[in-house]
């Protein structure tokens, strides 16, 4: 069944975890994990750079069928400077199609408007996304997919680009490896490498250091996030 699974994981493209200790996403890729019926989810992302910072927060409430909708509030400015952003205000959906123990499909989108707390320009941002998902085990999660996003949410640039991620336990359900990356030319072409640690009653914490993407020039920083499952 391993076999099997790997085989459309290269045919396709990857992403999942176990529902016990996922989260819906790694630093900056969605993942195929699906908050559970009635219950609530909470992340908080803070992208740190040397001349810009923002706070990303993402709130999930879980549906049946594999569902769950939300809210993202992102690009909120942390650091005083002369070019302060509308933050984007989204509504989230994502629906799981789960082929087996070890193969999960995932598919969703974030769409939603900028408010003109700044300036008066209002954008209408956008990112969808389709995933593919391998569970390993003790060997690891592996992730994989492909993203549109368009010029009011990613910037100039590509709309299209592949995304991938790993996490891998170095100490089971304790201290995690985790990375992903968002390919192309845009504003989120960057890649995050890092790890996750488990503290009590569902809180994950998760760092990481910040690079550009090959072909962007995006800034170097450091990522810190704040799970609640």
Same mark, same amino acid.
């Given at each position: 069944m391993i076999?099997?699974?790997?085989?459309?994981?290269?045919?396709?493209?990857?992403?999942t975890s176990n529902n016990s200790i996922a989260q819906q996403n790694l630093f900056n890729v969605p993942s195929s994990d699906i908050t559970e019926k009635d219950k609530i989810f909470f992340q908080?992302?803070?992208n740190l750079?040397?001349?810009?910072?923002?706070?990303?927060?993402?709130?999930?409430y879980g549906l049946e069928n594999d569902l769950e909708v939300g809210l993202n509030i992102?690009?909120?400015?942390?650091?005083?400077t002369n070019d302060l952003r509308n933050p984007y205000v989204l509504a989230n959906f994502q629906k799981g199609f789960t082929i087996n123990e070890h193969?999960?499909?995932?598919?969703?989108?974030?769409?939603?408007?900028?408010?003109p707390i700044y300036n008066k320009t209002?954008?209408?941002?956008?990112?969808? /996304?389709?995933?593919?998902?391998?569970? !390993?085990?003790?060997? @690891?999660?592996?992730?994989? &997919?492909?993203?549109?996003?368009?010029? *009011?949410y990613a910037g100039n640039g590509d709309?299209?680009?592949?995304?991938?991620?790993?996490? /891998?336990?170095?100490?089971?359900?304790? !201290?995690?490896?985790? @990375?992903?990356?968002?390919? &192309?030319?845009?504003?989120?072409?960057? *890649?995050v490498l890092g790890f996750v640690i488990?503290?009590?009653?569902?809180?994950?914490?998760?760092?990481?250091?910040?690079?550009?993407?090959?072909?962007?020039?995006?800034?170097?920083g450091a990522v810190v996030e704040f799970t609640k499952l």
């Open positions: 076999k099997k699974s790997l085989l459309l994981s290269i045919c396709a493209i990857i992403f908080d992302q803070l750079g040397k001349l810009s910072g923002v706070n990303n927060i993402t709130l999930d992102f690009n909120v400015d942390m650091y005083p193969y999960k499909i995932g598919m969703g989108t974030q769409t939603g408007l900028t408010p209002i954008g209408i941002p956008s990112f969808s /996304y389709f995933n593919n998902a391998i569970n !390993l085990d003790h060997y @690891g999660r592996y992730y994989m &997919g492909a993203y549109y996003a368009n010029h *009011a709309s299209f680009g592949m995304m991938a991620g790993v996490e /891998y336990p170095l100490i089971e359900h304790k !201290l995690h490896l985790q @990375g992903d990356i968002l390919t &192309g030319n845009n504003d989120i072409s960057v *890649a488990f503290l009590p009653k569902n809180w994950q914490l998760s760092f990481g250091a910040q690079l550009p993407s090959p072909s962007s020039s995006n800034d170097y």
